[in-house]
């Protein structure tokens, strides 16, 4: 159940007594307190402040800030939106205008579909409250998208995410305790199909986003710093890229055979910088015009064939890349002088990637193992990156790859003295760094927040007592079947067997289809798709 619509608890015949405008009728709604388990799917779908200790994550139509407390644990705070909401301050779009203008300048990005009579700008519906004619009924243009990527400034202050499907939003909240959790300060809607990643600048002057596949667009939005407005500043395409990220004042953009740098354009006197750059906060006006945002592939040799699926930034001027094969690369942009170079093989592949510099450690995630550690003082003190040892120019084949035993790691992120990861189950687990006797970074597990790694079928109120200790369960198709407490801590998980003769008869593979808690036994009575009902 999203939280932004919450169901309708009145009765028919107080429907048509509210439908008919006969007396009034209050209305229940429900407020979430605690969300478990998360809809992380790549390293797009967290993100944390640098100078805070909070992170965000993607939970469905919604976005999770979690504040890591030494004694309270995880701290929640739920934002979302609904469709129809209208933001604080008001953002025009400029690719997507309620009413398309006819001279719409020079545009470095042109949208996918045309600007007809189809293909309306508004990328949310007017304010008229549409279930006028429809008490409790709530209509598609009223309910809340999935998310499918954040960003999180390094300040803390702006907590920006990027919904999936058509004419998809990008909601700016405000981070402050008395700030709304449901009304963003901006609605941006120049993409059109979905936003795949979102990153601030390490000065949280700019917000730049990348559409999906079927979008193509990149956007760089600058910031004003006074009032937290927005303005569209550059744009361009880029439809091979699957995540970014800033490296100083560039960002850069990788994906399959894909590594690009991406410039800010720099003001050639004060007077045009101050013309341009609106974001210090002096409320200067610019042109409504958006600049093109210049970008310059680099030459990936024997790489080429390479997916990039990973990058940080760890310094203005470079970055740490890893690849699906289990490159570890180096780019290196000294004197605006792009190279890649290749640092190490790992024998599994890198999915994500992230920096700590308090500890000088880069930290990487992969298929089946705990994030591996990197010096990050070896790639700051080299003079060049040619002195940075390079890995073999032939690489491994894929299959040769050695794979742990444990889930993927999806995404990762450094809270102050945490390590937070994601693996492919969904669950968040949170480590304690700290130092070997030879110096070198250990992890320690800290908590974990397990999820379910598919839809969840149902929720069971357990009676008591019961043998788990536990408040109510929940359960997925795939038979897995976790214990709660009412402060969301996971007492225990079992796994229902789905794989039985009768599975046989069947062209597609079992679920999960119904759980139900005996009363007495503290038993389990499950029911399967190929008919079984069998006792846990």
Known sequence: MSANNPPSLLTTKAREKEKAGVGHTSRI??????????TISSVNALSAATETNCFAFCAGPAVILAEVKPQLGLVQRLFSAKADILPSQATPSYYNPATPTKDTGNRGYTTSLSQDETTPGDAWPASTDHRADSPGRVTSAHRSRSLTSVALSPSG???????IGHRPRILVFSTAPNASTDTPLACLNEHTFGVRALRFSHDSRWLCSLGDLHDGG????????KTGALRLDSSNRCTTAGTIAWMGTSVVSVGNRHVKIWRLEQPSSPSKGRRGLDNLGDGLTASPVPKIFAGRNCLLG???????????????????????????CLLDDVNRTQHLYQMS????????????????TVWLGGEGI?????????LLTAEDASAVPRASQGLDERGDHIRGDGPRALAICCVGDRLVTVDSRRSILIYSVGLKTNGTPMLSAVQELPSHDCPILGVVILPKPNTAGSDFLTYSEKGHVLYWLWNGTCTSRCQIDLEHPLVSALEESNELRVVRATSTSGMLVAGDRAGLVQCV
């Open 302 to 328: 024997p790489l080429k064939d390479s997916t990039f699926t990973c990058v940080t930034g760890i310094s203005a001027n470079r970055a740490v890349l890893g690849t699906q094969d289990g490159v570890v």
């Open 157 to 163: 202050k702006l907590l920006a995410v990027g919904e």
């Open 345 to 360: 093989q790992k024998q599994y592949g890198i999915t994500c990637i992230t920096v700590d510099h308090s500890s000088g």
């Open 218 to 225: 990149l956007f760089l939005w600058s910031i004003n710093a």
């Open 29 to 38: 709604s429900l407020v979430p307190e605690l969300v478990l388990g998360s």
């Open 370 to 378: 705990e994030p591996e550690a990197l010096s990050l003082n070896v």
